[in-house]
């Protein structure tokens, strides 16, 4: 079992609600998208316990995986198992790649993987995780490596890497701005290193600039937005054809305009070759990528759309979009327009009654 030329391929069974096997394509821009608690995150999770692992400091020990690390946080194999699973399988199907391991829970735990070659070391080394906390805007920053490999989470090389355009590379840092005008966040950013130890990065303080030379202040005096969003962007920008970058809600806290607009931001990474997933509560965000499908931005057969929701005994199913060239998924299981309707229809109601009684 292979997947098809250029696509990944990732199973996943018995880990957390996913007790049943859910195989998924990873095409150049992948949406998982459901209700809290529905398994998206579980979905790509295993995936992470191999970037951490990989990229551990020290020896885990004999039971090979680092449980316990930046991306994934478990105390107990227990807690990644199944409900009355004892076994978890996890595999990766590439072009000439098949990579698997399965984890069995008994009296106690036995790990039985295939060897990391190094086109295996490789693809997951690359991964970059922006997660979906990313911290609180900071007056400085510690300055870390720039690439092309990000251990841990990414939100800590954003300044780093900024401030390395600022100095190298003005292609970059123009379109990191233009991207962020864009969103209508701010008009300029740029980062410089105060001593060997720290970087600041300020921002324009107003979208819009009328002047030649903005007025500039500290990312830490403006709204939360742009902070959250700035790893976002960096990410996507820092990518290299054929790396895989996992967005935990790349929406959060941005203004609903904004969210919509985002949508060209992944497009454009995934039209670069960046293997983009995205896990995402936004139905702007959906609607402007339907809508890029339709303007013939992208290709249908470049997006992957995955509906995660949990059955009656609270396991995990998805649901695959058919996209077809207007962009349009199909019909889910829930629709984010008909909940937006619905709230609509419930004020209504409620007004209308209150104003004609």
Request: glycine share 6%; aromatic share 8%; charged share 20%.
């Amino acid at each position: 079992m292979y997947a098809s030329e250029g696509i990944m391929k990732l199973s996943v069974s018995g880990f957390k609600s996913i007790a049943s096997e859910i195989a998924l394509d990873v095409k150049p821009l992948t949406l998982l998208a459901g209700t809290n608690s529905s398994g998206k995150s579980s979905f790509i999770q295993p995936l992470l316990l191999l970037k951490q692992t990989l990229e551990a400091p020290y020896d885990p020990g004999p039971s090979q995986f680092l449980i316990n690390g930046s991306n994934v946080k478990f105390t107990l194999y227990e807690q990644i198992f199944s409900k009355g699973c004892h076994e978890i399988s996890f595999k990766i199907f590439m072009p000439h790649l098949c990579w698997k391991t399965t984890i069995r829970l008994l009296k106690e735990i036995f790990i039985d993987i295939s060897p990391y070659d190094q086109k295996t070391r490789e693809i997951i080394g690359k991964i970059i995780h922006v997660p979906g906390l990313r911290g609180n805007p900071e007056r400085s920053y510690s300055i870390t490596g720039t690439g092309p490999t990000f251990p841990g989470t990414f939100e800590h090389y954003t300044a780093s890497i900024i401030a390395n355009w600022n100095e190298k590379d003005s292609n970059k840092i123009e379109q990191l701005c233009e991207q962020i005008s864009r969103l209508g966040l701010t008009s300029k950013i740029s980062a410089k290193r105060l001593n060997d130890a720290e970087i600041e990065v300020k921002v324009a303080r107003l979208p819009q600039n009328g002047r030649s030379k903005p007025d500039m202040v500290n990312i830490a005096d403006i709204g939360f937005g742009v902070s959250q969003t700035l790893p976002v962007l960096t990410a996507l920008l820092v990518a290299e054809s054929g790396q895989l970058v996992y967005l935990e809600q790349p929406e959060i806290h941005l203004h609903p305009k904004a969210q919509h607009l985002l949508a060209k931001v992944l497009i454009d990474a995934a039209n670069r070759g960046v293997k983009v997933v995205a896990e995402t509560h936004s139905a702007l965000l959906l609607l402007g990528v339907q809508t890029l499908i339709a303007q013939e931005k992208i290709a249908p057969d470049n997006v992957a759309f995955y509906w995660f929701q949990r059955d009656k005994n609270g396991q995990t199913k998805t649901t695959t979009a058919k996209i077809d060239e207007n962009g349009a998924f199909g019909d889910l299981p829930i629709d984010f327009a008909e909940v937006e309707m619905d709230a609509d229809e419930e004020y209504i109601k409620a007004a209308s009654k209150k104003v004609f009684s």
